[in-house]
């Protein structure tokens, strides 16, 4: 089943602490490197120069009727323009021509106008430039130090040269900026001068034109005896256009009194109030009338506040409220009829007026024809008057700005560019500063993914774990139990013991490991395993206790059977009272090894685990004597670094039991303190430990442990000599083991 995993961060930042010297040696180095490189790099000094794009005009050189040109700034195109016409060639070799830039060895490509890596790659591959002429070099060395940017949200345009002197960047700047002023205002002149010389041949025709026209109309006018008014009008149309304005008066004075006649009848009829309207407001009647009303309204108002609406004042003000109403409303009829006399009135007058208007057409009716060939004749000559009357002015201005070369450019400079008193290139402290950011980056990158990649940043995750509270409490209590169970300890301080270095010929040394892998540092394995202790400690104590579980007993045991032995025979121990040392928690760490077969110790280890589980303990069962290889890692792969301490420790679910398998390996490395390590770290964290350390002999792990503060059994199969195994427990005694008992481990039988 998959486990879920997490990254430790603390060992990620102990990995980086730990080669912190090396990043720092490392990024130093680089600093330095980049530094060198800078110092052989030219220097280079930028300038600006500013150019203003805007249509301009001065009112002396403007006509009296032209109107300043109006400035769009949000036009881009324009801008953009202006900086292509900036950087194209004819503007720029006016520069080169007017400093001598061909003279100069940073742009004619003899001197070392700076460091080009293409340069060298095609030196290398043996390429050769294909040779060109001087002015080309010259400007594709001037467009390399040549910048021109608009200002955001401007018509601004910034022109920026880079150079090793800073006051020829500060005069190609100025240069650049005024050949395109002066190119500008060449170009104006020119198309002024073109449209001067149109003007003068249009000019000639118009002459020409006008005199015939005016001449036509003078005749006309002399043949028909067309005679004009005061308004230069025949005099014809004076008198119809009068008659005509006084009919209109007529008519609409007549509607008028109709309209406000029918206003004030209507608003009468719909019993709406007529004193808004001003013909009714004006009459002296209506006024008094309208005041009285006026009065006695607010003398209700004030009366009502404290008599009700039925009350006889009420009702009589009410009562007076309307028949003022009434006199109102007639005294609006009689407006009305008044009205309508006055536009009875006007009808008659304008009746008079129409017949007037009758005999001054048929009059008319002959001089009208005459007027319209008139009329075309004096547009005419009108028009044509006006065109050379404009061409004449148009000409005349244009004449005068080309000889006095008035003409204003939409361009101008508005800033001057100064030389730079530091260099603008190389930056040497964003450089080095990107250099190092990278630098540290990079190399913390690798570390951290190096953790990562080998496991040892990765830990499990533990969902659930007993309270660490109620691990502590005993199962049981002490009295329950037979008097043969109890365990006494022994009488007096036990010395410390030496570690074992040889068990005779019985227990020798086992021969170091034949591996490739160098042993892990001893501070980062010290880290690594107080690490391994945070996490089961942090998740023993925030997990809740589960439910307690059947544990079903894989292992039935018979009544003990001891083979015959000597009664003298010291160190037997019964595996009942084993049990009950390790329940009670007399005994924490307990040592099996095996007289005859690793099995032997497994199937006294199964019993201990079960009984300890089934009393609510916390038990650890590790194997370092089975060499069984599986499919998990295990002891001997966390010995031979394949393995991190977090992989090896397989825990039940709610995390009561954890076993360390074999591994995956076939041995187990001897010069690894890592597996003692393990086993210390287990033995913080639950309440019982069970180390099985195989068969007493050359493949025996025990002198791997022999610096544990642990007892230590010495486990004899049904069918072993005890002579023989009295002898073995002498040999581990007198190689250094302060106490060694013998258990007979227990019969499997079918559960």
């Not at 080009?116 to 294909?130: D, E, I």
Request: proline share 5%.
């Amino acid at each position: 089943m998959a486990r879920d995993a997490r990254i430790d961060v603390g060992a990620v930042l102990g990995a980086v602490v730990k080669r912190l010297p090396r990043v720092v040696i490392v990024t130093a180095a680089l600093l330095v490197a980049t530094l060198v490189v800078i110092m052989f790099m030219p220097r280079l000094y930028e300038s600006s120069a500013s150019i203003l794009v805007e249509p301009r005009s001065n009112v002396y050189f403007r006509s009296a009727g032209e109107q300043a040109p109006a400035s769009s700034s949000g036009d881009a195109g324009v801008v953009s323009s202006q900086i292509e016409l900036i950087k194209s060639r004819d503007t720029l070799l006016t520069v080169v021509d007017k400093l001598g830039l061909r003279s100069v060895p940073e742009f004619n490509g003899t001197g070392a106008g700076g460091f080009s890596p293409l340069a060298v790659v095609s030196q290398l591959l043996g390429r050769k430039s294909t040779p060109v002429s001087v002015d080309e070099v010259v400007l594709n060395a001037l467009y390399d130090r040549l910048t021109v940017i608009q200002e955001r949200d401007s018509r601004l345009i910034s022109v920026l040269v880079r150079s090793t002197d800073p006051q020829l960047a500060a005069d190609i700047a100025n240069a650049v900026a005024d050949a395109h002023v002066a190119r500008r205002a060449e170009l104006s002149l020119s198309d002024t001068a073109e449209a001067s010389g149109w003007l003068a041949d249009e000019i000639a025709k118009l002459r020409v034109s006008v005199t015939a026209a005016e001449t036509a109309v003078a005749n006309f006018k002399v043949d028909n005896d067309l005679f004009i008014g005061s308004n230069n009008t025949s005099l014809a149309d004076q008198q119809l256009s009068t008659i005509a304005a006084q009919i209109n008066a007529a008519q609409e004075r007549k509607n008028t009194a109709l309209s406000r006649a029918a206003l004030i009848r209507g608003m009468i009829e719909q019993g709406q109030p007529i004193d808004g309207v001003a013909d009714v407001r004006e009459s002296v009647v209506i006024q008094q009338l309208s005041q009285e009303k006026a009065r006695l309204q607010g003398e209700k108002a004030q009366r009502s506040a404290t008599l009700l609406s039925n009350h006889p004042t009420i009702q009589a003000l009410t009562a007076q409220i309307a028949e003022l109403n009434n006199q109102i409303s007639l005294e609006g009829r009689r407006v009305a009829d008044a009205l309508e006399a006055e536009a009875q009135i006007e009808a008659d007058l304008e009746a008079s007026l129409r017949a007037d208007m009758t005999r001054a057409k048929s009059s008319a009716s002959t001089a009208t024809q005459d007027n319209v060939t008139l009329d075309g004749l004096e547009r005419e000559a009108k028009a044509q008057r006006d065109l050379l009357e404009s061409y004449l002015q148009r000409h005349s201005e244009a004449v005068s700005r080309i000889q006095s070369s008035s003409a204003l450019p939409d361009v101008r400079v508005v800033s001057v560019a100064a030389p730079s008193v530091s260099p603008a290139s190389p930056k040497t402290q964003l450089i080095l500063l990107a250099v190092g950011l990278v630098a540290l980056a990079t190399q913390v990158g690798i570390i951290v993914f190096g953790e990562l990649v080998s496991g040892r940043a990765i830990v499990p995750v533990r969902d659930t774990m007993r309270s660490q509270d109620e691990l502590d409490e005993v199962p049981f209590v002490e009295a329950e139990l037979e008097p043969e169970q109890r365990w006494e300890e022994p009488v007096g301080d036990l010395e410390p013991v030496e570690p074992v270095a040889e068990l005779d010929e019985t227990v020798p040394d086992a021969p170091a490991a034949d591996m490739d892998t160098a042993p892990m540092p001893e501070e980062h394995q010290t880290a690594e395993v107080e690490r391994f202790i945070q996490t089961l400690t942090r998740a023993s104590e925030s997990a809740p206790e589960p439910a307690p579980e059947p544990v079903a007993a894989t292992v039935q045991t018979r009544p003990e059977r001891r083979p015959a032995a000597p009664a003298e025979l010291p160190g037997i121990v019964a595996s009942a009272d084993l049990t009950a040392d390790l329940v009670l928690g007399r005994t924490h760490l307990l040592i099996l090894a095996a007289h005859a077969a690793n099995a032997d110790c497994e199937i006294l280890a199964e019993k201990l685990v079960t009984d300890a589980l089934a009393r609510g303990l916390s038990v650890a069962l590790v194997d370092a004597g089975s060499a069984r290889a599986g499919d998990e890692p295990g002891l001997a792969d966390l010995s031979l670094d394949a393995a991190s301490f977090g992989d090896v420790v397989q825990k039940s679910a709610d995390n009561s039991f954890a076993e360390v398998p074999w591994g995956q390996g076939r041995i187990i490395d001897r010069n690894s303190t890592k597996p003692l390590t393990l086993v210390e770290a287990l033995g913080d964290i639950y309440e019982v430990v069970v180390l099985m350390t195989g068969r007493v002999g050359a493949t025996s792990t025990l002198p791997l442990f022999d610096s544990l503060d642990g007892r230590l059994v010495l486990v004899a199969g049904s069918d072993d000599d005890f002579d023989a195994v009295g002898q073995t427990r002498e040999k581990l005694l007198s190689a250094g083991f302060h106490r060694c008992e013998i258990v007979a481990a227990p019969t499997r039988v079918a559960a």
